[in-house]
């Protein structure tokens, strides 16, 4: 799935995905946009400690609870819960029961946008943190003012609030991908197109593009663009 590929919407859902992932830790790549990936993986048993040289990584829970080691300290991670883990950092996921994991990183050039490699943390870092999806929805009381949870690798994640009809939006030159996370809700395009979600899809919405959203029930959404 890449928000390049024309006009046309295209969604993923991960529920239906994970199901298919019978191996952990496998990931697969649900979409691109730009020079950001998301994928999926099924964490099962504990991965090696490890550390990547080249890129941040974002972990999403979307369904069960891990615990994300990492040479600075162990945070356990709940459905709806985040944690970015910065290059040089050595980490491991771990959970006793399967967890369904939506994991963002640097795609394509990550040196150039994600900054010079890093061998090990230093103790300047700043401390590691999760963050709460679910919580910051819990605030929100006006529909479709998003709040920004995280930024991650030039991009920004915000939590909104779906009711009613929402505004007219442009999707940014990247795509923009737009994830439910509870409840149900209809994008429909300036060109009359309709995609109906539901909890768990991923949705990538092509450059340029017009739309807007209505839930009939409030619905939550998580979605990203770049931070100029």
């Not at 290059?87 to 990183?105: C, I, N, Q």
């Not at 300047?124 to 998003?146: C, I, M």
């Not at 309709?194 to 990538?204: I, S, T």
Request: proline share 7%.
């Amino acid at each position: 799935m890449s928000a390049s590929a024309g006009d046309a919407l295209q969604k993923q859902n991960v529920e239906d995905l994970a199901k298919a992932l019978d191996t952990p830790w496998v990931t697969y790549r649900m979409g691109a946009f730009a020079d950001l990936a998301v994928d999926l993986y099924i964490c099962e048993g504990t991965m090696a400690m490890h550390r990547h040289l080249h890129e941040d990584e974002l972990f999403l829970v979307y369904d069960g609870s891990i615990v994300l080691g990492t040479e600075r300290g162990d945070l356990t991670l709940r459905t709806e819960e985040l944690m970015i883990v910065p290059k040089g950092t050595a980490h491991y996921s771990s959970a006793f029961f399967p967890a369904t994991v939506v994991l963002l990183r640097p795609a394509g050039d990550a040196l150039r946008k994600n900054g010079q490699w890093r061998l090990f943390a230093i103790e300047k870092d700043p401390p590691l943190e999760k963050v709460n999806l679910g919580a910051l929805y819990s605030g929100l009381d006006a529909p479709y003012q998003p709040v920004q949870a995280t930024r991650f690798a030039g991009w920004g994640l915000w939590v909104m609030r779906c009711a009613g009809v929402g505004p007219n939006q442009t999707a940014p030159e990247s795509g923009t991908p737009l994830l439910i996370l509870r409840g149900v809700a209809l994008l429909l395009t300036e060109a009359n197109q309709a995609m109906p979600l539901r909890r768990g899809d991923l949705l990538a919405i092509p450059p340029g593009v017009r739309y807007h959203l209505e839930a009939d029930a409030a619905a939550m959404a998580v979605w990203l663009a770049p931070i100029p």
